[in-house]
């Protein structure tokens, strides 16, 4: 039988997928193709600039009301992620390699 900490782990895991999953279709999936009106940083850059963001807040500690900077940090982590991995692939269709 798991242990409480392995449950916690894979409820706060559920929870984590469920919500990049559910934001990713609401935002159109912005996080790989961003409409890119004021930025022009690509995806992956933009990430980085919103887990500044978050890391900025935690270290100052400026939550702003309403709002779970650790989830979110979490979160885009996550995409951060994903989207190396997107690009890993890729790269391994192509016969790409960036490390040659």
Do not use: W
Not at 4 to 30: A, F, M, R, W
Not at 35 to 41: C, E, P
Not at 51 to 79: C, H, S
């Amino acid at each position: 039988m798991p242990d409480d900490i392995t449950e916690n782990i894979k409820k706060v895991c559920n929870e984590l997928k469920h919500v990049l999953i559910e934001k990713n279709k609401s935002y159109g999936n912005s996080v790989i193709k961003p409409i890119s009106i004021f930025s022009k940083l690509n995806s992956f850059d933009q990430i980085n600039v919103r887990i500044d963001d978050k890391l900025n807040r935690i270290a100052y500690g400026n939550e702003y009301p309403g709002d779970d900077t650790e989830f979110d940090l979490i979160g885009y982590l996550i995409l951060k992620r994903a989207i190396k991995q997107k690009r890993k692939n890729k790269n391994a269709s192509d016969g790409s390699n960036k490390s040659s």
